[in-house]
């Protein structure tokens, strides 16, 4: 900060009705009205001329024996200071008041819920007599009530720069409003007063409907969270574009001094009705009102006491109403039935920007609603599409370039265009768009919506993933554990071979391929009833054939599966039929395939022949031939 606006900014504080600022030692306490005006020499008056606002501030906190706030510090230079629950007291909102009489830049001051009480409130309003920088100022939840209710209305009839006060929560009473009403009778330059969650009544009413009756400048009020009864509420109307009545039970009466200061309203915007004891038959009131208005663009009635019959009353109402300027109505708490659906469909052929949110259809509750589309997505799947930018989406509706454009154009502009989009889907987007439902939607918000969707469909590919990887290994372990179990009960060395219909070579030995067990395993699961494994002593696995003929169709040359293993351990049993070659009982050689080759077989459609038997019994043959033989020249040879 140059030295010439310093010297200006004491020059200022020096002005002040206050002389001097009081710098009293801590525990200190002021009589009432009462400053103490020569505290500071003019030695410590000239000083303070040079110093900066972190200096001005250390200094004040020094003097005042309070810690300095180090966000403060952080934030010098900033347009916005948010000491919310900083725990100032009065005497840190004193100090923080005399570094902000020389700061130019703090526009914003937001110092709710930090306990100022009615003391810190006057520290603050001298300051706003030497700062014209702040516009919007935050001093909710701070326990002002009546006095200091009295010190913030002198904020609003000197100051000249304030269009923002916030001032929930402070224990206002009826009599406060009073100081309110006085104030800003002839103040045209606050725009938005927020005096919700405090104590005003019957009579606070009147008061602050006396003061909207001649205050031209005010848009946006909130009163929710008080006692209002609403007997003179055509003047709550009177100019603003935003009111907020909720949770003040007001009940029917309220409800019908509303809908008549609906006939002559054209400038609200935005009505917040909820909980307030509100029946059907306020409803129906209520009504009447909106088909004499054409301005009102959002109404919200939710948890009230309405039920279906309410709910039809006013759609009705939009249906029968061409100028009707409805957008948005919620009873989200309202069960509806589907006379109900079919009408607001009806309805929203008329008026599509209309959108109702309500609680459900009466029967369906436990129905699960139909998935749609991420709107974002479709959109994106658009552009990609056409090739084009989101920010050529955007420009073609932002026709001004402020990069800000309101609900109702950018939702006229998706409904006009070819994008896929249905009502639901639009009214989604806009939601996600507009949260603080400030009735604009701005390209940041469009671009952040966008990274939100990419980052929600990345995780959901990686879910996929994830999901397929378990089911893979899951699948593994599944074929690893059937064949262990084969492996159990097949002899070591055994193979089983596939030779796939295999064919005949004329230039060599015919080749077997070996099939891993896994590959058996779709086979047997599917097929359980035929695999079977009989008689594990002989050591043969009988596995079905996958050609899917018939036995009888089945050429010796062409079978699906052939098995080998260790020779039969039964070939010498006295069971055993001699005539024919080693395997077990009831299965047929396969030296000896004709056209009864498969009569004898278990499992009628299969053989096994093991390749060590087949050789091990052609040789017992051989002996047994021989033997005879030489039988045969034993006995003749005596006889010679």
């Known amino acids: 900060m140059h030295q010439e606006e310093i010297n200006q900014a004491c020059l200022s504080l020096d002005s002040l009705s206050m002389t001097e600022w009081d710098i009293s030692p801590p525990g200190t306490q002021l009589d009432g009205d009462e400053w103490d005006t020569d505290l500071e020499t003019e030695e410590v008056r000239k000083s303070r001329k040079d110093m900066s606002v972190k200096e001005l501030y250390l200094e004040a906190c020094k003097l005042v024996d309070v810690v300095p706030v180090s966000y403060f510090l952080r934030h010098l230079g900033s347009d916005r200071l948010n000491l919310t629950h900083h725990g100032l007291g009065p005497l840190g909102a004193k100090s923080l008041a005399i570094a902000l009489v020389t700061d130019m830049h703090i526009t914003t001051l937001e110092l709710a819920d930090n306990h100022i009480l009615a003391e810190g409130a006057k520290y603050l309003v001298e300051m706003l007599r030497a700062n014209f920088t702040i516009q919007n100022l935050d001093l909710s939840k701070n326990h002002l009530q009546s006095a200091g209710a009295e010190s913030v209305a002198k904020i609003l009839l000197e100051n000249i720069s304030i269009k923002s006060l916030r001032l929930s929560g402070n224990g206002f009473i ?106 059907n038959e306020g409803v129906g009131m209520f009504c009447k009102g909106l088909e004499s208005n054409e301005t009102l663009r959002v109404l919200q009635l939710a948890y009230n006491s309405l039920t279906v019959e309410g709910a039809l009353a006013l759609v009705h109402v939009v249906k029968n109403t061409p100028k009707s300027g409805l957008e948005e109505i919620n009873i989200c708490n309202v069960l509806v039935n589907e006379n109900f659906v079919q009408l607001l469909d009806l309805t929203c052929q008329e008026h599509p920007n209309l959108q109702v949110q309500y609680g459900g259809v009466g029967g369906f509750i436990a129905k699960k609603p139909p998935k749609r589309l991420d709107p974002m997505k479709v959109i994106q799947d658009y552009l990609d599409q056409r090739k084009l930018r989101l920010w050529d989406f955007f420009r073609n509706i932002d026709k001004d370039g402020t990069m800000r454009v309101p609900v109702s154009d950018f939702r006229k502009a998706v409904q006009q265009s070819s994008i896929p989009l249905d009502r639901f889907q639009i009214e989604e987007l806009i939601q996600r768009l507009d949260r603080e439902r400030s009735g604009m939607v701005d390209y940041r918000g469009l671009a952040d919506t966008r990274k939100q969707m990419m980052r929600d469909h990345r995780r959901q590919l990686r879910k996929v993933e994830s999901r397929q990887k378990k089911e893979k290994q899951k699948s593994e372990r599944i074929l690893k554990t059937f064949q262990s179990a084969v492996e159990a009960v097949t002899p070591h060395g055994s193979l089983v071979m596939s030779p796939g219909g295999a064919k005949d070579d004329s230039n060599g030995p015919q080749h077997f391929s070996a099939t891993p067990l896994s590959s058996w395993h779709h086979i047997i699961m599917s097929n359980s009833s035929r695999y079977s494994v009989t008689n594990l002593s002989s050591e043969h696995v009988h596995l079905p054939m996958i050609g899917g003929g018939t036995a009888s169709q089945c050429s010796p040359s062409t079978l699906a599966m052939r098995s080998f293993s260790q ?46 038997a087949l050789n091990k019994a052609k040789g017992k043959g051989r002996k047994r031939r021989l033997k005879k033989h030489v039988d045969k020249k034993a006995q003749a040879s005596p006889t010679k």
């Not at 024919?580 to 004709?594: F, R, V």
Request: proline share 3%.
């Open 174 to 279: 009826e009599d406060d409003a009073k100081y309110f009403s006085d104030a800003l009778a002839n103040n045209y330059r606050v725009k938005e007063l927020d005096l919700s969650h405090n104590q005003f009544g019957g009579r606070g009413g009147d008061h602050l409907g006396q003061m909207l009756a001649n205050n031209e400048g005010l848009e946006t009020l909130d009163l929710s969270w008080n006692h209002l009864r609403m007997k003179g509420a055509v003047a709550f109307c009177a100019g603003l574009k935003y009111l907020d009545l909720s949770w003040n039970g007001f009940g029917n009466e309220g409800a019908l001094a509303l809908g008549e200061a609906l006939k002559f309203n054209n400038t609200l915007l935005h009505l917040n009705l909820s909980n307030n004891r509100i029946t």
């Open 567 to 612: 020779p039969n351990l039964y070939a010498d049993s006295p069971h055993y039929a001699h005539g024919k070659p080693t395997s077990a009982q009831g299965l047929l050689s396969i030296s000896n395939l004709g056209k009864d080759a498969y009569k004898l077989s278990p499992t009628g459609n299969h053989l096994t022949r093991s390749r060590p």
